[in-house]
Each structure stands twice: as C-alpha cells, then as structure tokens.
C-alpha cells in the first residue's frame, strides 16, 4: 500500500494517479492530469523529488544525496561521500561502513611528496597546490634539442616526471591536446586513445584546474612508478577552487631518447573511481546542465538534461537564498555495471540514486537509470539531488548527521515543487505515526540507523518534508530558507538559526510544527 496518496489538485482526478518512489506516493501523477511539477531528481515516472543521499526507490521522492552516503539522502562529508537516494522501501542493511547515517567523510592525506594515505575519495583536497607557470614551456610539447637535454641532466628522474605531468596538465588547461598528448608514449596507440578521450571529457566538463601531485619515488633501470594525486576543478575559476577535490591515478613512466613519458596508467585502488576519469563517457549539454554516461545509456541524456533543466528553475531559486549559486550542475547517468564501480558502488539495495559534494565544484549527482521507470519519478529525483548540491555543496566543513532531517527535508521540498506537503499531498502512514504513544515530539528526528528500512524510511523523509513545508507555509520561503542557510551551511544552533530567521525560539517553532504536520498528513 503507497506511503503517499496525493490530494487531487482539482476534482475529479483520484488519489490513485499518484505514484510512490520513496515514503510518498508510489505512483507518481500522470503528467497530463496533473499540474507540471519541475524536474529535479533522479526518479522517473515522480513529481519532483531530489536527494542527496540514496533515494529510495519505491518513494515517490528520489534522494540525491547519498544518505549517509549509505543511505538514499545526504550528501555531505557524514555521509559516505554522498547522499545515496531510497530507490524503494530498503529491503537489504547497507554494508557496516555504510551505515545509515554514515561515518563523516575523511579528507584526503597527501603527505611528504604528494603520498596519498587514503582509502576513501575525500570531498575536500588537503592540500592545495598553486600552479606555476613553466617559463621554458609555450606549447606544452615536451622538449628536445641540446637545451632540453642539458636541463633534463639538471633534474632527478623523479623530478623530470613531475615536470612532464606539470606541462601535461598545463596543456589540457589551455585546450592544447596535441601538448596533452606528448606526455604519452608514442608507441601505445590504446594508451594514447586512453588520454585522448579523457581529454575530451575533461573539456567538457569545463576544466579550470589539474595539478599532479606524485609520490616521491625513485626509478628502476629507465621506468619509474608512482601514485599521483590529481586536484581538480570543473566550471568554477581555479583561482575560486581553493577546496579542490582530488581522485587517484597509479602511473608508469619510461625514459626514452627524448625524455620521459607515461607508458601505463590505472586507477588508484585507494580512492574511489569517479564517473569521469577513465575518459569512456558520452554527454550531452543543457542551458544548466551537463550530462554524462556510457554509450549504453546514450538514449536517455537528452530526457535526463530536459528533466535537470526544468529542475534547475526550482534549484536555482534556492541556490541563490543558499548564497551557493552554480555555474552549472553535473548529473552522471549510470547503467548497472558503472552504478557498482563510481564512488566505489557500495549503496543500499534500495538507492536509486546520490549526490556526491565536492567543495568549491558543486557536486556530483548519479543516478541509476535502471531504476528510473517515468519522467514523473525522474523529475523529483533529479529536483530532489541538485537540492542537495545547492544546500550541501561549497559549505567549508563537514555535515552533521544530527542535521539530515533538515537535508532531506529540504531536498524533498525541493524535489516536490511545485506540489506541497499539506496542500497537494497527504501521507497517511505518517499521520498514523504521530497518533502513538510513541509519536515523535519534535521535527528534528534522529538519523536513520544503518538497518533502517521500509516504514522507518518512508516516515523519515516524509516527516523532513512535512517539517520544510510548514515552516515555509508558517513564515514564508524566504524566511524558511534562511533558516535552513544558517543551520545546514553556518552551522548555528537549532535556536539560533530560528530566532535569527523567525524571530522566535526554536521550541515554539518546533512544537507548532508537530502539530501543524499531524493535522496536515491525513
């Protein structure tokens, strides 16, 4: 039986045109009957829903951050990298580590020479790295020729490798592929396709910065290996990335008559795989979005991008109320075999899709279009994840798990639009929760457990989407949002955060809000 029933916005259209993705309906509104709902998560066939955490399937709201990383909703540093999206009621417990509210995000340790002591990808870079002009490079091309050679005598194998990566990284900046290439061994052609496609992706996805930082390593006869830590920025200038992500390479280097080049390349097995970094995706751009995905999956971006451009007129707004503006948003489509391999796949059965925050660069929404059966459920989930990059992203330090209420609740919100708890939707099953001795006496609810699943999720989110709704209704969007600013991305108290935006205690408020949502679930 659907956790979710929608209120028919006009007689005559029944409850049961409504389909449930997460703890709300199972059968999202039929387009056509029903009034446009803007596109935001990833969850076909939804109103729009978006999270950061995993979404669960079976809720009509898809989340987009991954819950605790684990779970189907957050998608900060508490939550494993990202908020994995209920993709349905969660019928398997989520691995230990990726507990429901997951374990803060760690960030990466470069120490000594650039060595990465890390097992998990870390959203925020510990190290930022300036970059210096080569004074001796114009066209990135490694040199050759007596004045080449002499100064190559001048530096240490490891140093030589350091400056080919330097120039490599120098040329992709300047959108000069040919220099991109020369750091590439000439007589591996597949090696050489390799780099040539992840050029391409990375200008894409609108490259502003590439730096290399190589574990200090010393040769073996004319070859050298190492571990690289590569920060990264996309669309936000270089010069505003100064919270730079990072992801892994394990490469090779020969030495030959001209000096060294990369001759193998693999990803680092202790940090997790982006989406991106074999070079193996296809896109397709948007007015707000880009959109990326493997060849099989080539036949659904132009629906993703129409679904996170009509989304992002929801998310935009909030984005500006957040102070937390985007350039433009990343979604990452995956069929099944990249849905357990990005950001290392380990996510709740019930996921359907999370955000993965990713400082100054906004964040990476994934969704799995396996689980993405109508525009409608696509719509909130994507709506519902770009939320979370707007609230989640670019906040300077780490999430609380005791806030995940409040991050569901607002992508849920979000994801939703324009359709409002109370108003336009009812939730029965959380209406019955709020009538038992053992009812909730605040809206501030304690995460999720790690074995969380079926009603537990369903009432959760719902009750953080009830909990927005009133607020919003109570004092208005603008103050509601401020609220959520000054909680989420100031990190004040509950009560500070309220009598800022509302001018009263966060008790009254709280004790309003219960009740408020009691009498407007049934």
């Known amino acids: 039986m659907p956790a979710w029933q929608a209120t028919p916005p006009s007689p005559g259209t029944p409850p049961s045109s409504w389909a449930a993705t997460s703890p709300y309906p199972t059968a999202s509104p039929d387009p056509a009957a029903q009034p446009p709902h803007p596109a935001t998560q990833p969850q076909p066939a939804m109103p729009p829903y978006s999270a950061t955490q995993p979404y669960p399937t079976a809720r009509p709201y898809p989340a987009t951050l991954p819950y605790p990383l684990a779970q189907p909703y957050p998608t900060g540093p508490s939550y494993p990298t990202g908020h994995p999206y209920p993709a349905s009621h969660p019928s398997a417990a989520a691995p230990p580590w990726l507990a429901y509210p997951p374990p803060p995000l760690q960030s990466p340790n470069k120490s000594g020479k650039g060595g990465i002591i890390a097992a998990v990808l870390a959203v925020v870079a510990a190290l930022t790295i300036v970059l210096v002009p080569l004074p001796s490079d114009t066209d990135g091309k490694i040199g050759s020729g007596t004045d080449a050679a002499a100064a190559a005598k001048a530096l240490t194998p490891f140093e030589a490798v350091q400056q080919v990566v330097d120039k490599q990284a120098a040329a992709l900046l300047r959108g000069d592929q040919n220099g991109w290439l020369a750091a590439v061994d000439p007589s591996q052609a597949a090696l050489r396709k390799q780099y040539q496609n992840l050029f391409k992706t990375l200008r894409t996805l609108k490259v502003t910065k590439f730096t290399y930082d190589l574990d200090f390593a010393e040769p073996t006869k004319d070859k050298l290996s190492t571990t690289a830590a590569v920060d990264y920025c996309f669309f936000r200038s270089a010069q505003a990335c100064t919270d730079a992500p990072w992801f892994g390479q394990r490469l090779t280097f020969k030495k030959g008559a001209k000096g060294w080049v990369i001759s193998h390349l693999t990803g680092d097995k202790d940090s997790l795989q982006t989406p991106w970094e074999n070079g193996d995706l296809v896109f397709a751009q948007g007015k707000r979005v880009v959109v990326g995905g493997p060849a099989s999956l080539r036949g659904r971006l132009s629906e993703v991008v ?217």
Request: hydrophobic share 40%; charged share 25%; with cysteine.
């Open 306 to 522: 129409a679904a996170a451009d009509k989304a992002a007129a929801v998310d935009d707004k909030i984005a500006k109320k957040m102070r937390n503006t985007q350039e433009k948003y990343r979604i990452f489509i995956a069929d099944d075999k990249a849905w357990k391999s990005w950001y290392g796949g380990r996510f709740p059965g019930y996921s359907v899709a999370y955000t993965i925050p990713l400082g100054n660069p906004g964040g990476d929404v994934v969704l799995h279009m396996g689980d993405m059966r109508s525009r409608s459920q696509l719509q909130v989930t994507v709506q519902h994840e770009m939320a979370h990059v707007v609230t989640l992203s670019n906040m300077g330090h780490d999430e609380n798990d005791d806030d995940l209420w409040l991050m569901e609740g607002v992508a849920e919100y979000a994801g939703w639009l324009p359709l409002h708890a109370g108003r336009d939707l009812t939730m029965p099953i959380l209406h019955e929760a709020l009538q038992k001795p053992n009812a909730p006496k605040t809206i501030a609810s304690k995460p999720l457990g790690s074995d969380a699943e079926g009603d537990d999720v369903d009432i959760f989110y719902g009750f953080g989407h009830y909990a927005v709704d009133c607020m919003v209704t109570k004092f208005g969007e603008a103050k509601a949002m401020e609220f959520v600013r000054l909680k989420l991305r100031e990190s004040k108290s509950l009560d500070e955060a309220s009598r800022t935006a509302y001018g009263k205690p966060f008790a009254i408020v709280d004790k309003s809000c219960v009740t408020w949502v009691e009498q407007h679930s049934a």
